[in-house]
């Protein structure tokens, strides 16, 4: 019999998938307001990791836009979380939190981007992931650029589908 440390058991509300119900809100003070939709998937192979992967896509015209994959752990014994991300759009990044009840906290630990990521450049990222007391997980994420403070970039709330 395989023995399995899973460790990330108490983020195990988190797998399978989830789809947004309603489209999310995209904002930040310098672009225009804009919807889409975003579909998650959340899994394991037997590691005490979770692997998981975010694609966003345009509300109206269904197009893929915002990707980002990656893993999650969390430090055995302690409710201290790691994320390890990568996004289409060149940046990548550690981001590190706590985990309270349902409700992930996270702030961004370090960034890394591709030489010629588009500008302005993300100078930190906030985000928080809540499984809500209806059953729907709900996600916001912040962030500073090169010329403006922390702000809500994304709100949005998914349904599981599986
Ligand atoms: C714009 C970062 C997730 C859609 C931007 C900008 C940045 C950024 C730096 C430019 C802001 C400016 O010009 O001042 C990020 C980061 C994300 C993220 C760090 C994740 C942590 C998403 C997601 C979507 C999205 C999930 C969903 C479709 C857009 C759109 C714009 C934008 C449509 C405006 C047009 C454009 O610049 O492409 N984002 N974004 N972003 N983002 Fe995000």
Not at 79 to 108: C, D, M, R
């Amino acid at each position: 019999i395989m023995m399995l440390k899973l460790d990330f058991l108490p983020l195990s509300w988190l797998l399978g998938t989830w789809e947004s119900d309603e489209p999310g809100e995209g904002t930040f003070p310098t672009i225009k307001p804009f919807r889409y939709t975003e579909k998650l998937h959340f899994s394991h192979v037997g590691q005490p990791v979770i692997n998981f992967t975010f694609n966003a896509f345009h509300a109206e015209s269904n197009k893929p836009l915002h990707r980002e994959c990656g893993f999650i752990r969390i430090e055995p014994g302690t409710n201290k979380v790691a994320f390890i991300i990568a996004q289409n759009s060149g940046l990548v990044e550690i981001e590190e939190g706590e985990l309270t009840g349902n409700q992930l906290k996270l702030q961004s630990q370090s960034l890394g981007r591709i030489s010629f990521a588009k500008e302005p450049h993300v100078q930190q990222i906030g985000r928080v992931l809540q499984l809500r007391p209806d059953g729907k997980l709900e996600q916001t994420v912040s962030m500073a650029t090169d010329n403006q403070p922390l702000t809500q970039h994304l709100y949005i709330t998914y349904s599981r589908s599986s």
